[in-house]
């Protein structure tokens, strides 16, 4: 409680129920995506839960340079940035990677690689300035194991990986502490975009992944560059 979270994605799914969690334990929240409905609307969750407000920037990541303006002003409003949940990530359609329309494959790897480059040289800074700071990724399963069709976000979320766990050796000897977490199969947009059919009912819900994002933004957490599944 106290701290200062970053929270990208949180218009809706996972970065939402993360976002209204962190909220609801005494954090006070910034909220990025590009959706200003969808992030009123998790605002207005965390205000009658609160009584607090979220800060809100509605903001394409893929605009690499408005990235580094968000750190230039949490750093001027707050000096230091606690925690990122470097949540956002896309799937975009399914298809053979013989096949695969290169714009597409291009915007998934800007959203989930590119833009998660930029994240950590623009907050590296604001994150050792905390006494306690945490870095939190969001991967998949999908990283370890070949999916047909799914090869841009495969190779995205590999990508990511060992970016991340590069970073969590080079600044090991800091105060930051670094993670991956797999949140497992949950019922978001994302979600049904590969699967459209499904029942999302059967499916683990938003509100249940969040326990691991929680355990890893404690200030006791010791599982430096480890990929925790949200999910036993
Ligand atoms: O997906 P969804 P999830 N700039 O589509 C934002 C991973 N994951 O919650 O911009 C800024 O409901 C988008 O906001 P908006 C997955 O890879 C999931 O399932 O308003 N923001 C929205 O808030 C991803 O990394 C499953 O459209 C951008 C959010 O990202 C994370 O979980 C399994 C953006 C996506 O919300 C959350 O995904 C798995 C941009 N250019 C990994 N593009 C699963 N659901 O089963 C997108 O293994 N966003």
Redesign the pocket.
């Known amino acids: 409680s106290g701290r200062t979270a970053l929270i990208?994605?949180?218009?809706?799914?996972?970065?939402?129920a993360v976002a209204k969690r962190f909220a609801a334990e005494g954090a006070h929240v910034i909220l990025?995506?590009?959706?200003v409905g969808?992030l009123e609307e998790t605002d207005d969750a965390i205000f009658q839960a609160t009584g607090r407000n979220a800060t809100l920037v509605p903001?394409?990541?893929?605009q690499f340079d408005k990235i580094d303006q968000l750190g230039y002003s949490i750093f001027e409003r707050f000096g230091k940035l606690d925690i990122l949940v470097s949540?956002?990530?896309?799937?975009e359609a399914l298809g053979p990677v013989a096949h695969y329309d290169p714009k597409l494959w291009q915007r998934v790897m800007d959203?989930?690689v590119t833009?998660n480059f930029r994240l950590i040289r623009s907050f590296d800074r604001l994150l050792r300035a905390s006494d306690a700071g945490r870095a939190i990724f969001?991967?998949?399963?999908?990283a370890n194991a070949p999916y047909p069709y799914w090869s841009p976000?495969g190779a995205s979320?590999a990508a990511l990986e060992m970016m991340v766990k590069t970073y969590a050796m080079e600044i090991a000897s800091s105060n930051l502490r670094v993670n991956l977490i797999?949140?497992?199969?949950?019922?978001?947009?994302?979600?049904m975009q590969a699967f459209p059919g499904e029942d999302q009912t059967k499916l683990a819900q938003?509100d249940d992944v969040t326990e691991a994002f929680v355990a890893l933004a404690e200030a006791s957490c010791t599982r430096h560059g480890e990929v925790v599944s949200a999910q036993g």
Do not use: E, F, H, W
């Open positions: 990208t994605g949180a218009s809706r799914g996972i970065g939402a990025a995506a590009r959706t969808g903001l394409d990541l893929r949540n956002a990530g896309v799937l959203v989930n833009a969001v991967t998949s399963g999908a976000y979320k797999d949140p497992g199969i949950v019922a978001t947009k994302l979600r938003p």
